[in-house]
C-alpha cells in the first residue's frame, strides 16, 4: 500500500515528449495517479536552458493537471561555498521564484513556500553556505515582495551524505532552522523512466 501522495521532479520540461507524450502524463501511468507536486529548479532569472523552469512552456501543463511546482535551488557546485556565497546564491534564488509567479499570486497561494537547496554529494554543504542561503532566503523573500512572500528553506540531499546533514544540524545549533528534509535514496544514479 502506497503512503502519501506522488511527486517527481525533472531536469527538463514537464512537456516535454517521451514515446510521444508529454512527461506529466508519463508518470501519472507510473504512478497510477497524476503527482501532486513537481519539482523544477530556480538558480537566476538570468539562466538559460531547459533545466530551470520555463513558466511559459510549463505553467498551463501543471495548471491543467493541479499540479504544484516544488522550488528547488539549483546551484549544486558552489554549496560548499562560505556565508557570503550561499547570501548571493539565495539572493538569485528568491528573485527568480518571485519574479516568474509575481509577489501577489504566490501571496494569494498562501505566501509561504519551501524551496530546497540542491545538494547532490559532490560536493557537500557547508554550514557557511547553509547558514547564509537560509537566512537571506527568508529575508530577501521577504524584502523583495514586500512582506507578501516568504521563502522557506529545505535541503534536498542523498541518504548517505553525512557531511551535508551535519552542516545542517550545525546550521540548526547556531539558530538556522530547515524547515524540510528532501533525502534522496537513489538505487542508482540518477533516474531514468521505465521504458519496456
Known sequence: MAIGSPGADSSNLVTRLIDGKPM?????????RMPVL????????????LVEYRARREN??????????LPIARQTKHVD???????????????????????????????RFLMFLDVEGTPSLSTEYYIGWARTLVDHS??????AVTVLPGVYATQADDTTWRAVARASQRGVQT??????????????LPLD
Not at 38 to 49: D, N, P
Not at 60 to 69: E, H, S
Not at 90 to 109: R, W
Not at 142 to 147: A, E, N, V
Open 24 to 32: 506529466l502524463d508519463v508518470a501519472a501511468e507510473l504512478f497510477g
Open 38 to 49: 513537481w519539482g523544477r529548479y530556480f538558480t537566476s532569472v538570468a539562466t538559460s536552458g
Open 81 to 111: 561555498g562560505t556565508q557570503a556565497d550561499g547570501s548571493a546564491d539565495a539572493q538569485l534564488n528568491v528573485e527568480d521564484l518571485i519574479k516568474t509567479f509575481g509577489a501577489s499570486y504566490l501571496q494569494s497561494q498562501g505566501g
Open 60 to 69: 498551463q501543463a501543471l495548471r491543467d493537471r493541479n499540479i504544484r511546482v
Open 179 to 192: 524547515q524540510g528534509a528532501w533525502v534522496a535514496r537513489w538505487r542508482i544514479r540518477g533516474c531514468g
Open 142 to 147: 521577504q524584502s523583495f515582495s514586500h512582506g
